[in-house]
């Protein structure tokens, strides 16, 4: 998935299943937490990929 940090603009590629809290490469903003299953996003959705 590409995801828009909320806080910066940055956008990044990261699994929809996360297993790990990620992180804006930028500002450090939380970009997902995991939930046990699909990970709970905290930025913006802009693609979903293959």
């Known amino acids: 998935m590409r995801i828009k940090c909320l806080k910066c603009g940055n956008e990044q590629i990261i ?3 996360a ?6 490469n930028v ?5 997902a ?9 905290k930025g913006e959705v802009i ?3 293959g």
């Open 15 to 17: 699994f929809s299943h």
């Open 19 to 24: 297993t790990n809290m990620v992180n804006c």
């Open 27 to 31: 500002c450090g903003a939380e970009l």
């Open 33 to 41: 937490v995991p939930s046990g299953g699909k990970a709970d996003i």
């Open 47 to 49: 693609e979903v990929l």
